[in-house]
């Protein structure tokens, strides 16, 4: 009934067919050598022509004008800058709405918040820029009239915003997953909710809140759009952050909007500027990989 | 003279570095059904799949001996596993029902290897489902989904799939671990049936079954290392009543195990 | 104190939703009035009244429609490997470590690279291909999450017994993990969609046109995309684009809504249920 010929097809079609996915689970690392070794290549041009020490110390950015200088101290400062008041933001309204959800919400109300939240997160950046700069910034100049037009407060609380999601979700999770058997301990011990709380399941979901934390922080140093429309184009190295700012992303935003010709010197700035940011967040991602793993095996042996 | 339908020498098997079985020599005999029994964690479902090779899915399974399968050595490099497969079928512990009609559960054995023929898949599909006592139960909703038919008549619908490709040799894992006692008596009625035509080999706890259905009983037990090895095996009537071993002894009078 | 922390989280959960919430009610109210069949079929033009942004439209549909599909294959491929052909923990998160490195590269890095290497050493320019292979990137992580997701979730012992009937190994993909992930991964997917319809930043850096009138017709047309258009109009100073750039907002908008709605729709014709003893 069954062709024997069916069975040595079987045998031959066996052997060819793994390849088509083993390649594609190699495209991805394909592709990621390609960035890296890229932006390297075409950052080297410009190094060639700026020393990486005036590069990486040097306080003046001035690459589109006639005298240049390519310190890049004022772009990498107020990538900082910015990012940072996202996190301040974010770092609140993500773990309290974390501990919402992971604790005090109902499973029905769950069930429509975690989407909800995740909704946020599919919000453009753009649309963030625009809320920036047309909502945020007068609403701001009311308390706060020395504003500019273009600043890095609004840019931040936007970018707060838009992070809020991340530590939202990865610091939900993180909560969630610590075991039941804790909180019951901690209750049958007279504990009460807020306690166990934060006295408990912090210490617990430490690693993963951490972790959470620093995904968001590499994701607000990475984001373009929001300080595009909102930041300015102005590289000052200044802790007013009423005032516009230009991050290492705006930077690259601007140049690419322009006309920097292939083979100029504007141009390889973009990639020198690229390879900097890139061996940031890079970095920035691996600290949060390994906290994540180094610490929580001390949840997993509980 | 009985054919030996399945013989293995020098069986071990191995998950990685720990040893699961040592040293199974076993003959199984043409149409009747051996009943494989012994304490949780002896490795009679590794046993099993090692006689259709199913442990080669396995991540680190490895099996060392020689398994012969109407002569011939299924663990040679030139034998198909997949014409092996169908001529040795396998049935679970738990229903493995797909998310399809009953018809097409039944057929899907058929459809994978290749047969195109509607009015075959029909005829066979059919025949399968009565020799698992299932026709007439379904024959009036074919095209309803599986998940709706109780737990036994889920086994007996996986019974009928395997049945479907026309092995010559049936594998089942404690199939009626998780039935209640009148499936278990369906489920029984119909292996005492088709032993008239297959060869049948069946991982049961319960004595009771083995005593009720099977011609052959093989028993394993843990050493001290706790690695499974077959301690005795040989007609029912003398292994359950008159065992030679201790060990087989004690497990048949309910004392371990 | 235990009402004090559930208020004050709960007020931590509702402060960013109802302050977006009021700003899209704004935005629908201040765009809502340009959107008319003009405004869809139309032109962009440097007159705001009589704006237009069907090549935009188009642009867009085209991005997100080929990096969607060429994504969600690699990530089909990706996960059918990981789950039924590899056995090996260590190659596994070697993979998993790489897509994380993935998604953790700018966002804007992307477009240089796509530009760069994509578009100017391949050769494909500054053209819908060289954008539409580099979103493809861009959100395979999420493509990835989505189908490993589905098929990790298809109970081991469905596969076994394909195998015990006698399937190959391309037979259990094709008659086991395919139809029965499918829909799961393709509704996960709806995550890369809305992503690859949101990036403005590395079609800025491939594309570099904040303004076209020509609607692309080829894949080596120059072209323009809609979350580009509103960073265009969002830079001028006059109310009249800002409420134009509201009207964009909700036509982005209105277009992943029918997206999502489509995936749902399929979801629900596809799904099986798997019942379980």
Redesign the interface.
């Given at each position: 009934m069954i062709d024997e010929k069916v069975f040595e097809e079987k045998v031959r079609r066996e052997n060819k067919f793994k390849y088509l996915p083993m390649l594609a689970s190699l495209l991805p690392a394909f592709f990621f050598i390609v960035i890296i070794s890229f932006v390297f290549f075409e950052a080297l041009s410009f190094f060639q022509q700026v020393s990486i020490k005036d590069f990486l110390f040097g306080f003046e950015w001035s690459a589109l004008f006639r005298d240049k200088s390519f310190g890049s101290i004022p772009l990498v400062w107020s990538t900082f800058v910015i990012a940072f008041i996202a996190l301040a933001f974010s770092s609140l309204l993500g773990l309290g709405s974390a501990i919402y959800i992971s604790e005090y919400a109902s499973e029905k109300s769950r069930r429509i918040l975690k989407p909800l939240i995740e909704l946020l997160a599919t919000i453009p950046t753009v649309v963030y820029g625009f809320f920036a700069l047309q909502y945020i910034t007068p609403a701001l100049k009311i308390f706060l009239p020395n504003i500019e037009v273009y600043n890095a407060l609004s840019s931040g609380i936007a970018m707060g915003i838009m992070i809020t999601p991340i530590i939202s979700t990865l610091a939900e999770d993180a909560l969630y997953s610590v075991p039941y058997s804790l909180r019951m301990a901690a209750y049958s011990l007279g504990a009460s909710k807020s306690q166990t709380i934060f006295k408990i399941l912090f210490r617990a979901a430490l690693p993963g809140i951490a972790s959470a934390y620093i995904l968001a922080f590499a994701r607000a140093i990475g984001e373009t759009m929001i300080v595009a429309i909102a930041a300015g184009s102005k590289p000052v190295f200044t802790l007013n952050i009423l005032e516009s700012m230009q991050t290492m992303t705006g930077y690259i935003a601007q140049v690419a909007t322009g006309d920097a010709p292939f083979g100029t010197i504007e141009f390889f700035s973009l990639y020198g500027v690229a390879l900097y940011l890139l061996m940031i967040v890079l970095g920035v991602n691996l600290v949060a990989v390994y906290i994540s793993r180094r610490f929580s095996y001390l949840v997993s042996k509980l | 003279m009985v054919n030996i339908v399945i013989r293995t020498e020098y069986l071990n098997v191995y998950y990685g570095n720990r040893k699961i079985l040592d040293n199974v020599n076993v003959d199984i005999y043409e149409n009747s059904i051996s009943a494989v029994i012994g304490p949780s964690g002896t490795g009679k479902s590794s046993f099993l799949r090692s006689l259709?090779r199913?442990n080669d899915?396995i991540?680190?399974a490895k099996v060392t001996g020689k398994v012969f399968y109407r002569g011939r050595n299924i663990y040679e490099d030139d034998v198909?596993v997949?014409?092996l497969?169908?001529r040795i079928?396998?049935v679970?512990q738990?229903?493995?029902?797909?998310?399809?009609s009953i018809y097409e559960n039944v057929a899907?054995?058929?459809?994978?290897?290749?047969?195109k023929d509607e009015d075959?898949i029909y005829k066979?599909v059919k025949e399968a489902l009565i020799k698992a006592a299932l026709w007439d139960e379904v024959k009036d909703r074919l095209d309803d989904?599986?998940?709706n038919l109780s737990?036994g008549q889920?086994q007996r619908l996986?019974l009928a799939?395997?049945l479907a490709?026309?092995p010559e040799v049936l594998l089942l894992d404690e199939p009626t671990s998780?039935l209640d006692p009148k499936s278990t008596k369906k489920i029984e009625d119909v292996l005492l049936k088709l032993k008239e035509k297959y060869t049948i080999v069946i991982v049961t706890h319960s004595l009771n079954q083995a005593k009720r259905i099977s011609d052959y009983v093989m028993v394993f037990m843990p050493d001290e290392d706790n690695i499974g090895r077959l301690i005795e095996y040989g007609p029912s009537s003398q292994v359950l009543q008159n065992p030679v071993d201790p060990k087989t002894r004690e497990y048949v009078e309910g004392l371990i195990g | 104190m235990d009402k004090l922390v559930k208020y004050i989280s709960c007020g931590a959960l509702a402060t960013p939703i109802i302050i977006l919430g009021i700003f899209l009610v704004q935005v629908f109210i201040d765009g809502i009035t340009h959107i008319n069949l003009d405004f869809i079929l139309g032109s962009p033009s440097y007159d705001p009244s009589k704006m237009g942004i069907f090549p935009v439209i188009i642009g867009s549909i085209y991005i997100v429609g080929i990096s969607s599909i060429i994504s969600f294959l690699m990530g089909l491929g990706l996960s059918i490997y990981l789950v039924e052909f590899v056995t090996n923990e260590r190659f596994k998160n070697l993979v998993y470590f790489v897509v994380d490195m993935l998604a953790g590269v700018p966002s804007v890095v992307y477009g240089l690279v796509g530009l760069g290497f994509i578009g100017y050493v391949l050769g494909a320019g500054r053209s819908i291909l060289t954008g539409s292979i580099t979103m493809a990137f861009l959100i395979l992580p999420l493509t990835v999450v989505a189908t490993l997701e589905a098929f990790r979730s298809i109970p081991e012992s469905l596969k076994m017994t394909a195998y015990s009937l006698g399937a190959s190994r391309q037979e259990v993909v094709t008659n086991v993990l395919i139809p029965l992930g499918l829909s799961r991964a393709l509704t996960g997917s709806i995550l890369a969609v809305a992503r690859a319809l949101g990036e403005a930043a590395p079609i800025l850096v491939i594309s570099g046109l904040l303004f076209t009138k020509k609607v692309p017709l080829s894949l080596l047309d120059e072209f323009t995309v809609l979350p580009l258009y509103i960073f265009n109009l969002v830079t001028r100073p006059q109310l009249i684009y800002k409420e134009l750039a509201s009207a964009v907002i909700i036509v982005l908008i209105a277009i992943f809504m029918l997206v999502s709605i489509t995936s749902i729709y399929f979801r629900l014709k596809y799904s099986y249920r798997l019942y379980e003893v």
């Open positions: - | 259709n199913l899915l991540p680190g198909n997949y014409l497969r169908t079928g396998m679970f738990r229903p493995t029902i797909f998310p399809m899907f054995g058929l459809r994978i290897n290749n047969v075959l066979r989904g599986a998940y737990t889920q996986c799939r395997t490709i026309e998780y | -």
